[in-house]
Every structure is written in C-alpha cells, then in structure tokens.
C-alpha cells in the first residue's frame, strides 16, 4: 500500500511539474491602462526573462523596479528588486500556477504575497498584486507595437535595447566595470591535509554562493605557470574595497592558502548573462 501511493504521489508531482509553463508571452513592452507607467521584459532564452518597470515623464525613463523570472531547477521564481526598498535586494516569489493565470507567491512577505498575470487575449493583461486575502489592487496591461522608450538620436546601433541595457548597467558603449582578481599561491605552505581541504571545499561553496548572490560572475583555475598564479575571479562590483571585503568571506583566502591581487577591470555589461546557461552543461559538481 505504502508503495502504491508513493508511485501515486511521484506522478501528482510529476504531472504538476510538466505542467508549469514559462512565461515567455510576457516578452515585449507593456502599457498600464490610463497611465504612463510601463513593463519591458526582454527573453534572454527559454529558461530566463528579465524587465524592468518604469515611468515616462518629459521623455525620461524612471525606473522604479527592476525583475527577473527564472527557472531554477523544477521551479521558476519571479524576483522584484524595488528600487530605494529593501537594501537593494531583490524579493524571490515562486510559480504556483501557470494556466491562463500565472500566480507567483511569497507567503513570508508582507505586501505583496502574491503578483498574479491573468492573460485577457494576447495583447491584454490583468495583473493583481494582494496579500493573498482581501488587501490588493488590480489594473489593467495592454501590449505595445513597438518598446515605449525615449528616443535617443545619439544611439546607431540598430539592436540597441534600451531596457536591457540600462537592467544591466550597460553605459553608451555597452560596458561597465567589474573588478578583475587574479588567485595565487599564498604564503601558509601548510601541509596539514586535512586543513586544506576543508579550506578548499570551503572556497568552492563560498564561490557558489557569491554567484547566486549575483557577485561572481566568472570564476576559473589556470593552467601551470612560473608566477604562482592558480584562477581568477571576475566581480560585480563597483569598487575594489567591496571586492576585498568579499574575498575575506572566501576561507582559502583568509587562511593564506590562496592571495589575491585586484584590479579595476572594463569590460561588456552583458558578461553576466551567461550564467544561466552555464547552469545547464555541467554534468558533475565539484
């Protein structure tokens, strides 16, 4: 018996899985009905869309939230990140229903908990933001021919986004600043095996989870060579004082097995964007 509603249950959960859809029918630009107030959500591929809200006064684009729906293994998560509200970071609400209605909760927030897409045709939405009960408010998007953004006379690239540019932080030439991290061999030459690995298992996680947090963007070990060099990091951050604070998060780092030399480092806003597909061609973790 115990068995036959196992079986029972992997299928419910299975069947519920196939029947998540992505919502790639929210790419384009959106109108709030009555208003000048605004949604862009770009496809970056099947698995990722990322937006932006805004307002449009005297030609100007005000941004006042910035999005991202992903999937992340067998769920698909909607994340805010308003602007002047909550540090700076962004509010995860995960998919629990994907029909004609597409319903993202966070039962943990205080408002909202609950961001619902209703499709009304395929140029209309009604879009309800509540607490799940009786406190919400509801209105109305209408799809747009063309992206509703300012008109720039300075832009001659043809495939400008401006949306995705400015949810990147792209400046005129599509770039921005990173710090650059270049790993070698530390001065603890320890050869407690134990002690190293565990600062190295440590160092491994602790690169995973700058990644999620969005910091680490390129991580890898280099091959050989006579200047002791072992990887190198590429960070999202603006100043080398916040990279060498996170660094110290890093245990191999602060045991002196690894050190690290920074540097202010330019180059393509866009470097970020392929984490999402670096998440699928691994096949064994490290």
């Known amino acids: 018996m115990k068995n036959t509603l196992l079986f029972i249950l992997l299928c419910f959960c299975g069947s519920i899985a196939a029947q998540v859809q992505f919502p790639v029918f ?8 009555g208003q000048e107030i605004y949604e862009h959500w770009d496809l970056l591929n099947e698995h990722s869309l990322i937006g932006i809200s805004y307002r449009l006064r005297d030609d100007q684009i005000n941004i006042t939230e910035y999005l991202r729906i992903s999937r992340e293994k067998d769920q698909i998560i909607y994340t805010a990140t308003v602007l002047n509200q909550n540090q700076g970071n962004g509010v995860p609400f995960l998919l629990i229903r994907s029909d004609s209605v597409w319903i993202f909760s966070n039962p943990n927030h205080d408002f909202p908990r609950e961001i619902e897409y209703r499709k009304q ?25 063309v992206p509703i953004l300012p008109a720039d006379s300075t832009i001659s690239n043809p495939n400008h986004d401006a949306a995705l540019a400015s949810q990147l932080g792209a400046d005129d030439y599509g770039m921005k600043g990173f710090v650059l991290i270049l790993l070698k061999t530390g001065p603890n030459q320890s050869d407690d095996k134990e002690f190293i690995s565990q600062s190295f298992r440590g160092h491994l996680d602790n690169i995973n989870r700058l990644v999620e947090e969005g910091k680490l963007i390129v991580a890898g070990p280099m091959g050989r060579n006579d200047k002791a060099y072992r990887g190198i990091f590429i960070l999202d951050v603006s100043s ?20 690290a030399e920074l540097y202010n480092w330019y180059g393509s806003a866009a470097l970020s964007t392929y984490l999402e597909d670096s998440d699928k061609v691994w096949k064994k973790q490290p």
């Open 26 to 33: 929210l790419e384009g630009t959106w109108k709030k009905e």
């Open 121 to 145: 045709g395929d140029n209309t939405l009604l879009v309800k933001i509540s607490d799940g009960h009786e406190k919400r408010f509801t209105y109305a998007l209408h799809k747009q021919n």
């Open 240 to 259: 080398l004082e916040e990279a060498e604070s996170l660094l110290q998060t890093d245990p191999a780092i602060k045991a002196g097995l690894l050190e």
